[in-house]
């Protein structure tokens, strides 16, 4: 069993920065990609980025390519997302999710484990 814990978010301005962690416990921490998604309010939620069990792959959603950064520290147990030059339509809940696979994936349906999220709201 993996638990997620989100923390960072907050309110900034456009073209302002922000770094969210997701502390995770658990077995094993390096066996498990882990991804961040994001839901607004009526939307669905969508894939934001994913980083492999080793670190060493990355992946992005098109939309915040360039901007945002996804990184793990395992030995803490850490997984970081740099969000620079934020603008209004990245206003959401982010999550953290762990998945049971070396590898990540861009589909939430392939995650296990999800944190309560964390409210990121960025004003123009």
């Known amino acids: 069993q993996v638990q997620l814990v989100e923390s960072g978010g907050g309110l900034v301005q456009a073209g302002g920065s922000l770094r969210l962690s997701c502390a995770a416990s658990?077995?094993?921490?390096?066996?498990?990609?882990m991804g961040w998604f994001r839901q607004a309010p009526g939307k669905e939620r969508e894939f934001v980025a994913t980083?492999?069990?080793?670190?060493?792959?990355?992946s992005y959603a098109d939309t915040v390519k360039g901007r945002f950064t996804i990184s793990r520290d395992s030995a803490k147990n850490m997984v970081y997302l740099q969000m620079n030059n934020l603008k209004p339509e990245d206003t959401a809940v982010y999550y953290c999710?762990?998945?049971?696979?070396?590898?990540?994936?861009?589909?939430?349906?392939?995650?296990?484990?999800w944190g309560q999220g964390t409210q990121v709201t960025v004003s123009s």
């Open positions: 658990g077995p094993t921490f390096s066996n498990y990609a």
């Open positions: 999710a762990a998945r049971p696979r070396i590898l990540g994936s861009s589909a939430a349906v392939m995650y296990d484990y």
């Open positions: 980083i492999s069990g080793s670190g060493g792959g990355t």
